[in-house]
């Protein structure tokens, strides 16, 4: 810990209160709130401000913080492929947006070729310590512990997939060097970046949580004060980090110093303590699974399969609603957002019984998505109130289906990027620590995850097994839906967003949006969301709260801060940011 404690370097770290970053934040109003937008990137910050799409020929990028953009472009023009200017994303996110994804992290990556017009998704999902067993989120009566009680400290430390992950994607689909595409988070990390008004208000927010850890408050409560927007901040610990990782390839993080740094951080968290070694770190590998693709009208809606229940819920949802006119509805009717919410509900009563890492539990895949299958469930639908009551279907399956009921608690996090190359190549890539701050435990400069907690904290429901259990070695299940819809074999849309389990919701909505509503990108990304899990409706606002509730619904109003974004692909490229955070679409 030493050894973390100079290598973060206490004064190095500490913001330049007085020295705010007017000379890294462009002039003429771009960046406007403290968010820093190179000065080319002042169009796509326009277009956003004005609701319209970003529009290029070549090629676009969507993620969750401009300097991230940026960086992602400069791989883009240089010639680089989707996945060289995602490693470049996801290196400066990691320090701009470190909340929510990083090297301590992981990620479910989504990629059409466009040379050989296949499609397939890499898996690099935290994993289980091969020490951890079922009872891991329960105290010694066998309760299930309290979310931020197994949250914040060692216990919640999954495998970190995002280093092996970015390695995996460039040495298949890359073509830049790999040093090189760590060029910009290196001198960021250097000469220091301007903390965003939402990376300021959510460490005042967590503040009580991020001062637990010595590391992480002298990183984000500098002098005991949270940092302030705009305040320039600088890492030279993830610089170092990035430096080793640049030089070295994976092995640098999963072995060596940084591996021993990462389990000793893990296993000295004081007050809850994990069981991580520098063996599982060691055995990291990241998965190539078959991409699941479900049909939808004209459309192939392609995206990650088990252990993220995303594309299948995603795929039922819209399975469900495929023999309803949603198009004629529109998008202001009422019965319109009751079949929706009806079939997200039944969508997610299947998740919550069926999905878990495929790995280790017999998953009914194919039974969920059948179309015999998805045609009786969808008959549930034709009254005209609310259902009462929902339950998980029977799919068609070789195996027993006496399962318990999921009980994993999934609050909003994470990060998604949308990439498309000048090779006709299509990336979606959704990433995480989980939380906001995931673990809160910061090594090397960068943040642990809290992924294990998306486990269920319990092991069985009245007797019965739960599919999500912890087990040594499993990926906890992900509701992470990174997509790319093809028609006739080519994409045409690229989406994704962050959001915990209301990731499902938010990607969805904004396919109907597209497909059966005819908006434009940012349109669907930017219309009100309402969202319906579990039985109570989620609303945005409350254009339609009456009729809901005079359909049977309980309403709440709350926010939804997604974090959507989506490429369209037509005859020129079309990008949209989520208006509710600070992203942005570019292209050339
Ligand atoms: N931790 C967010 C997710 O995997 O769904």
Known sequence: MRALFLALGIGLCTPVHAQQAADTVAPEGAGAGGLQVPGLLARAQAAKDAGRPVEAENWMIAAAHPLAVEAGATVLRAGGTAADAMVAVQAVLGLVEPQSSGLGGGAFLVWHDGASGEITTLDGRETAPL????????????????????????????????????????????????????????????????????????????????????????????????????????????????????????????????????????????????????????????????????????????????????????????????????????????????????????????????????????VPLKGLLASDYLKSRSDLLRGDDALPEIAPGRPEFDHALNRGDDQSIELPSTSHISIVDGYGNALSMTTTIENGFGSRLMVRGFLLNNELTDFSFASHDEGRLIANRVEPGKRPRSSMAPTILRRDGAPVLVLGSPGGSLIIGYVAKTIIAWVDWGMDVQEAVALPHLINRFGPYDLEEPRLAAPLRAMGYEVTLRDLTSGLHAIEIGEVLQGGADPRREGLAYGE
């Open 131 to 362: 020490d951890a067993t079922p009872t891991l989120f329960q105290d010694a009566s066998g309760q299930p512990l309290e979310f931020f009680d197994a949250v914040v400290g060692g216990r919640s430390v999954g495998t970190p997939g995002t280093p092996a992950l970015l390695k995996a994607a460039h040495d298949r689909l890359g073509q830049a060097a790999w040093p090189g595409l760590f060029a910009d988070a290196i001198r960021l990390a250097e000469e220091g970046f301007a903390v965003s008004p939402r990376l300021a208000s959510l460490v005042a927010g967590d503040a009580d949580r991020l001062a637990r850890f010595p590391a992480t408050r002298d990183y984000f409560l500098p002098e005991g004060e949270p940092l302030a927007v705009g305040d320039r901040l600088r890492n030279p610990a993830y610089a170092e980090t990035l430096r080793a990782l640049a030089t070295h390839g994976p092995r640098a993080f999963y072995t060596g110093e940084i591996a021993a740094d990462i389990v000793a951080t893990v296993q000295g968290a004081p007050g809850n303590p994990g069981v991580l070694t520098e063996t599982d770190l060691a055995v990291y590998r990241v998965k190539e699974r078959p991409a699941l693709c479900v049909p939808y009208h004209s459309y192939e809606v392609c995206g990650m399969g088990p252990p993220s229940s995303g594309a299948s819920t995603v795929g039922q949802i819209l399975g469900l609603l495929s023999p309803f006119d949603l198009a004629g509805l529109g998008s202001d009717d009422p019965e319109a957002w009751r079949l929706i919410g009806d079939a997200s509900r039944l969508a997610f009563a299947d998740r919550g019984r069926y999905l878990a890492d495929s790995d280790f539990v017999p």
